[in-house]
């Protein structure tokens, strides 16, 4: 009742998998507290295995896996173990690319409340930052019940983005929900929970997976058994996007003094003027509008224009605007 971690190596002469080494990813675990639900993901950059798990002392542990040797003698070795949380189950552990950030998710025993940390590897150990809830009480059904429950976790590659589907039960009907998440140093914010199905009807033990042929767009396959319709398979493609901005050199005019509602009235400072309205800028610094209206240190461009507006930091909070640079 522990989890075994098996390495396979590709042979092109045979065009199969010889099976390699493999090792524990813990020794502890019975009949009566077993160590299970265990998951891996592989971080690219740092050549390592980030195996989590459900311990014998129902708590979520991780351990960073070194992968060594060759041919069939490559074999994975681990650090030791890092408690993410305790009172947990059900970890899922992904990831992030964009930002080389481990994302864990996981649920309490004791109220089935989804939460999430991100970790950080350092050798073959990892930290993690402060725990952040994911949604509020949505009512996330009986995590002791993983056949209905089945949350997944994956990354979006082309939005910088992981995405949390899970199942809640609310008001005696089951949904199946999606909600993304965005890494931040070592914290991660949730937004946009979304439900696939309408009310009433009752997709449990979901699934989902990217559909990584599609280079262009954030396709996802997602689906579980539909209680209406005798236990059978039902699965949906859903297309997700992110919000753009259609700032352009022909588009741009200056910088807002204070915030103006839509369809009100308003000072836009222009060219030679100051804003003072900004935080966290550094002095003598050159500031350019990103194509989602923020400021950041380099050029960006929006439909083939490079994007003009930008400013020079006099304090933390004042720019000049500085219209014209090539």
Known sequence: ?????????????????????????????????????????????????????????????????????????????????????????????????????????????????????????????????????????WGAIDANQPSDFRPELIYLKNMNKVLYFHVRLTGGNYYTETVTGTVSGTSISWANNFTQWANGIGIRGGTMAAISTDTTKNKVVIGGRNDNVSDHGEFKIIDLTQASSNIATHRAIGFASSAISDGATGTVNTDGNTVDNQSGLTIGTRYYAQEDGTLGTATSTSGGDTIRLSGLALTASKLLIMMKVT
């Open 1 to 137: 009742y522990r989890p075994l971690v098996k390495m396979f190596v590709w042979n092109s002469s045979s065009s199969n998998y010889d099976t390699a080494q493999h090792e524990w990813v813990t020794g502890n675990g019975d009949s009566s507290n077993p160590a299970e639900d265990a998951r891996l993901a592989y971080h690219a950059s740092e050549d390592k295995l980030v195996a989590v798990w459900h311990t014998e002392a129902n708590k979520v542990g991780c351990k960073i896996g070194t992968i060594s040797g060759s041919g069939t003698s490559i074999d994975v070795s681990f650090g030791s173990e890092v408690e993410v949380a305790s009172a947990s189950e059900l970890p899922k552990v992904v990831v992030d690319v964009n930002t080389g950030k481990v994302v864990v998710t996981y649920v309490y025993t004791s109220n089935n409340h989804i939460y999430s940390k991100v970790g950080t590897i350092s050798g073959t150990s990892i930290s993690f930052g402060s725990e952040v809830r994911i949604g509020a009480d």
